[in-house]
């Protein structure tokens, strides 16, 4: 059975409605306002008129209202992102986006599908201006807050997964196979305290406004982000043990010990044989593997 098509007014119609609500919001009065002169002519004619308000007001609280209901999904999918900029600097980023790439999916969930991509490809200064207060905020800091804000979300939307255990007959092909890791982890790698930041601006009592970034770290700092039923927590990484995860998601499992081992100083590879053991026991037991695939 096949959906009947729709009368040419009816698509005409839908699509002028949509330019309507795609309308970017004013900001150059310093609120979000409707800019009703960019509304289609056809669409305004055929509005009606309301008691105290003419077609293009009417349209206008569709066209608020559906930039509003944006906004407030991208602050919440992206709360650490959102309080290091303000709310007044986020939704200015956010309306860069939506532009950009409009939602086309169904799910309210997806807005924020390849946000922190758009922010580092698009950003183009190395300091990137919040107001206010009115400071400097790093780019790569932006752009690593939007990402520690995306793997939460992706995290905590993965499908049920049933992690990968090997079995005894997994040993022969194990160091020719590369390990697939499960969409219910992430691998975190920060250059600033911003997982912390993150605890304290979603916490009991989250922070509101811009929040302050803090120093940079003196070496960047690794977490296992993962999830247990509807809770998310942090498990800290020894910077050896982070980069053998992320060798083994890029590599077969013998190829990532071999780039492991060039990587190490001769004291470090004198307890190496043990310490990689225990990581990829300690990986095997907190479920982070969805696979082994081995090539044909």
Request: with cysteine.
């Amino acid at each position: 059975m096949s959906w009947p098509a729709s009368p040419a007014w009816l698509l005409e119609l839908q699509d002028a409605f949509g330019q309507m609500l795609r309308t970017p919001l004013s900001r150059s009065t310093g609120t979000l306002s409707a800019e009703t002169g960019g509304y289609p002519p056809a669409l305004l004619a055929q509005t009606k008129l309301g008691r105290e308000q003419s077609s293009a007001e009417r349209l206008a609280v569709y066209n608020r209202q559906y930039w509003f209901r944006l906004f407030t999904l991208l602050q919440v999918a992206f709360p650490l992102t959102a309080a290091l900029v303000g709310f007044w600097r986020f939704n200015q980023l956010a309306s860069y986006f939506l532009v950009a790439r409009p939602p086309r999916s169904w799910d309210l969930e997806r807005v924020g599908d390849g946000f922190a991509d758009f922010l580092s490809q698009t950003l183009p200064d190395a300091e990137f201006e919040v107001q206010p207060p009115r400071r400097n905020l790093p780019r790569a800091a932006l752009v690593e807050a939007a990402r520690i804000d995306a793997a939460y979300r992706d995290v905590f939307g993965a499908p049920p997964v049933t992690p990968f255990t090997p079995a005894l007959d997994d040993a022969a092909r194990l160091l020719h196979g590369t390990l697939r890791l499960s969409p219910a982890v992430a691998l975190l790698t920060e250059s600033w305290p911003l997982c912390e930041l993150r605890r304290l601006v979603v916490g009991p009592q989250p922070v509101e406004g811009s929040t302050g970034l803090g120093a940079r770290l003196e070496t960047p700092r690794s977490w296992l982000l993962g999830r247990d039923g509807l809770k998310l927590g942090l498990l800290p990484l020894d910077p050896r043990e982070a980069q053998l995860l992320r060798l083994l998601t890029q590599n077969s499992v013998g190829t990532a010990l071999a780039r492991l081992e060039a990587n190490c100083t001769e004291a470090e590879l004198l307890h190496l044989p043990e310490q990689v053991q225990t990581w990829l026991a300690r990986s095997v037991r907190l479920g982070i593997w969805a696979s082994l695939e081995v090539g044909s």
